[in-house]
């Protein structure tokens, strides 16, 4: 799992779990990890639409190169879910299943992002001012 913050039409890595190539752990890779949003994929549509993606990973695409990057591990399925505060999609948690095994159900995975992302919201109100919020 890398979670990514959408910054200047973005995905910045921020941090990961789980297993990666190379000999830098996922969470130092995931750091140094970039994806551009203006080609059309599964990162960049559930960015734009603030629904989460789930199923076969394409062959070709900003999202097969995050796998290749990261580490192909026999990965065939992958999520990816946006994270929303302030009405607009501000992170996005992406995951896969290694091995070639079928991703879990991620409806308590979504459900937790959602939920987060409130979280994420109300702190964010709580710190501007009356006059400045705008969410």
């Known amino acids: 799992a890398i979670l990514f913050v959408v910054k200047d039409d973005r995905l910045r890595g921020v941090s990961g779990f789980g297993p990666a190539q190379g000999p830098d752990p996922i969470d130092v890779l995931a750091r140094a990890l970039t994806i551009a949003l203006d080609e059309s994929s ?16 394409p062959s070709s695409g ?9 580490g192909p591990f026999g990965v065939r399925s992958a999520a ?12 996005a948690l992406y995951a896969d299943a290694p091995d070639g095994a079928s991703l879990p159900l991620i409806d308590p995975f979504i459900a937790f992002v959602e939920q987060a992302g409130r979280s994420l919201e109300a702190s964010i109100l709580a710190r501007r001012t009356p006059q400045a919020v705008s969410c």
């Not at 599964?42 to 734009?48: E, I, K, Q, S, T």
């Not at 900003?62 to 990261?70: F, G, K, N, S, T």
């Not at 990816?80 to 992170?91: G, L, N, S, Y």
Request: charged letters at 15%; proline letters at 11%.
């Open 62 to 70: 900003p999202l097969r190169a995050l796998v290749e990057c990261v």
């Open 80 to 91: 990816v879910v946006p994270i929303r505060a302030c009405h607009a999609t501000v992170a």
């Open 42 to 57: 599964p990162l960049a549509d559930a960015v734009a639409s603030g629904r989460p993606w789930a199923d076969a990973v």
